[in-house]
């Protein structure tokens, strides 16, 4: 299990280095990262929650975006109050190499929804067009790659399991968040703070709870 972000192939970026991608690509979050990786997954965190600016133009209670093109691009991020990270949770079966992906319209600041399935009313899904569905079944939990398919690839794995590979996911991504910070205080030295800070609201980690 990884905590991914979706990407998509930055179209003539300049404003920091980034790694060369594949469009629609996930990029695992962890501390194992390459510096042109943390940019970006930061360039696409960022970008997620980049407000339009005509948009806020309509809005008289908006301030308008910053000149700066760092500044400007990192606005959304920065003064947005619900941020959005996409991607989720990646589950591979070593074994049969099935693979289990979040959806359209899912975001890792969503993945707390797996606690539904160990804690609560047993299900969650995360996101279409693929349609994942995750159950608990007694003591197992079945990953349905696609509820909308009648054949579906499904992975199967025991409760216990779940729980533990849940908490080494939140483990990669507090290990990312410090390289991240670490990438910011180099490259982003006048928004290092709140660079980071939003980072962890927008990733949902301990003590930044959105």
């Given at each position: 299990?990884?905590?991914?972000?979706?990407?998509?192939?930055p179209?003539?970026?300049?404003?920091?280095?980034?790694?060369?991608?594949?469009?629609?690509?996930?990029?695992?979050?962890?501390?194992a990262?390459?510096?042109?990786?943390?940019?970006?997954?930061?360039?696409?965190?960022?970008?997620?929650?980049?407000?339009?600016?005509?948009?806020?133009?309509?809005?008289?209670?908006?301030?308008?975006?910053p000149?700066?093109?760092?500044?400007?691009?990192?606005?959304?991020?920065?003064?947005?109050?619900?941020?959005?990270?996409?991607?989720?949770?990646?589950?591979?079966?070593?074994?049969?190499?099935?693979?289990?992906?979040?959806?359209?319209?899912?975001?890792?600041?969503?993945?707390?929804?797996?606690l539904?399935?160990?804690?609560?009313?047993?299900?969650?899904?995360?996101?279409?067009?693929?349609?994942?569905?995750?159950?608990?079944?007694?003591?197992?939990?079945r990953?349905?790659?696609?509820?909308e398919?009648?054949?579906?690839?499904?992975?199967?794995?025991?409760?216990?399991?779940?729980?533990?590979?849940?908490?080494?996911?939140?483990?990669?991504?507090?290990?990312?968040?410090?390289?991240?910070?670490?990438w910011?205080?180099?490259?982003?030295?006048?928004?290092?703070?709140?660079?980071?800070?939003?980072?962890?609201?927008?990733?949902?980690?301990?003590?930044?709870?959105?």
């Amino acid at each position: 299990m990884q905590p991914v972000l979706e990407i998509y192939a930055p179209d003539d970026f300049d404003l920091w280095p980034v790694a060369e991608l594949q469009p629609y690509d996930f990029l695992p979050l962890s501390g194992a990262l390459g510096p042109a990786e943390v940019g970006t997954a930061i360039m696409r965190i960022a970008d997620c929650n980049n407000v339009d600016a005509e948009d806020d133009a309509e809005d008289d209670n908006s301030p308008p975006p910053p000149a700066d093109p760092i500044d400007s691009f990192l606005h959304g991020l920065l003064t947005m109050d619900d941020l959005f990270a996409a991607g989720g949770l990646r589950v591979t079966d070593t074994t049969t190499g099935t693979t289990f992906l979040p959806g359209c319209c899912n975001g890792l600041e969503e993945r707390h929804d797996w606690l539904e399935v160990l804690d609560g009313d047993g299900r969650a899904s995360f996101g279409h067009d693929p349609s994942p569905l995750a159950e608990r079944l007694g003591d197992t939990v079945r990953l349905t790659v696609d509820a909308e398919q009648d054949d579906s690839p499904v992975i199967e794995l025991p409760l216990a399991e779940l729980r533990r590979l849940l908490g080494a996911a939140e483990r990669d991504l507090a290990d990312f968040l410090h390289l991240a910070a670490d990438w910011a205080a180099q490259h982003l030295p006048d928004h290092a703070a709140s660079v980071t800070a939003a980072l962890a609201r927008a990733l949902v980690l301990p003590g930044h709870h959105s």
